[in-house]
């Protein structure tokens, strides 16, 4: 899939905030951190949990159901119980729009 998705406005989206949309049938949650946005699949990589909820640390979320973290930018994992990374996703802003696209069969 090649195509950008409009995720929300960019306009008024808060510092530390969060949304959640349908990227072709994924789960990705968008994130505003330092004024830039990032993009993960919203599944953690150690029992498929739901992720954006979890406690955000600086650049770091905690997974709320067993407590693996990751860097929101990256998907690095960086604590267990989870030991694989998390999917990213390019992120731009578009006519005012949030968008984000799959890239990974590019
Ligand atoms: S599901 Fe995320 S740490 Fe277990």
């Known amino acids: 899939m090649n195509d950008w998705i409009d995720i929300a406005p960019a306009d008024g989206f808060p510092e ?3 949304v ?3 990227l072709d049938g994924i789960p990705v949650a968008v994130f505003k951190l330092g004024g830039e946005f990032y993009a993960i ?3 953690c990589t150690h029992d498929g949990a739901e992720i954006a909820s979890g406690r955000l640390d600086g650049g770091e979320i905690t997974c709320p159901r067993h407590g693996a973290r990751f860097c929101l930018k ?7 119980p989870a030991y694989e990374d998390l ?5 731009r802003v578009e006519g005012g729009m949030i968008q984000v696209r799959d890239a990974r069969w590019d």
């Open 16 to 18: 530390g905030g969060h």
């Open 74 to 80: 990256t998907g690095k994992v960086l604590a267990p």
């Open 87 to 91: 999917t990213c996703f390019p992120v």
């Open 20 to 22: 959640v949309a349908d």
């Open 41 to 43: 699949e919203d599944a």
